[in-house]
T-cell receptor, first 113, second 112 residues
Framework: DSGVTQTPKHLITATGQRVTLRCSPRSGDLSVYWYQQSLDQGLQFLIQYYNGEERAKGNILERFSAQQFPDLHSELNLSSLELGDSALYFC????????????FGPGTRLTVL | TQLLEQSPQFLSIQEGENLTVYCNSSSVFSSLQWYRQEPGEGPVLLVTVVTGGEVKKLKRLTFQFGDARKDSSLHITAAQPGDTGLYLCAGAETGGGNKLTFGTGTQLKVEL
């Protein structure tokens, strides 16, 4: 158990809908990262927050957004869902920005029908 | 864009054999991590290497970071069925930010 929690575990929805994925980092970790894992693209970095502020953006679509709250939990919002958004979404956390050691949650499997 | 290529992509071996997985890039990384992932679960951190030429051992696993901090290798001695899984290398970009670029992955299967 990495100490990072994610909910829900599974999510099935229809095209055009909007969903919210939630992540709670390890106790004491200030930085939260979101990744998408699909069969054809592998594990791709989406976005990073550090202590409530956005720090880095990766291959995140404009339909997707995220935020980190004062209690350090984070949410990833996915809107106008398309079939191609079906994937595993992982949250990871780290203490700070220095060492690169990130600890991953169990993931949310999103299926868009 | 920093890319990490792993080889081989798939590896199926018998219990007791040795193997090496390679992770190569043309970019320099401030650090490199190795993860193992089981189906439907999140990647689990195995090791972090930071210094060029660094070698770290974790029981039967030996990790090496290239002198130029562009490549890495993972060597497993006397593989066991419990080593089965997807092995991923991930490089942290230089200049801060801690964003990880993941490798293409090596799917290892160890059979009895």
């Amino acid at each position: 158990d990495s100490g990072v929690t994610q909910t829900p575990k599974h999510l099935i929805t229809a095209t055009g809908q909007r969903v919210t994925l939630r992540c709670s980092p390890r106790s004491g970790d200030l930085s939260v990262y979101w990744y998408q894992q699909s069969l054809d693209q592998g594990l791709q970095f989406l976005i990073q927050y550090y202590n409530g502020e956005e720090r880095a953006k990766g291959n995140i679509l404009e339909r997707f957004s995220a935020q980190q709250f004062p209690d350090l939990h984070s949410e990833l919002n996915l809107s106008s869902l398309e079939l191609g958004d079906s994937a595993l979404y992982f949250c990871a956390s780290s203490v700070d920005l220095g060492t690169g050691e990130q600890f991953f949650g169990p993931g949310t499997r999103l299926t868009v029908l | 864009t920093q890319l990490l290529e792993q080889s081989p992509q798939f590896l199926s071996i018998q219990e007791g054999e040795n193997l090496t997985v390679y992770c190569n890039s043309s970019s320099v990384f401030s650090s490199l991590q190795w993860y193992r992932q089981e189906p439907g679960e999140g990647p689990v951190l195995l090791v972090t290497v930071v210094t060029g030429g660094e070698v770290k051992k974790l029981k039967r696993l030996t990790f090496q970071f290239g002198d130029a901090r562009k490549d890495s290798s993972l060597h497993i001695t006397a593989a066991q069925p419990g080593d089965t899984g997807l092995y991923l290398c991930a490089g942290a970009e230089t200049g801060g930010g801690n964003k990880l670029t993941f490798g293409t992955g090596t799917q290892l299967k160890v059979e009895l």
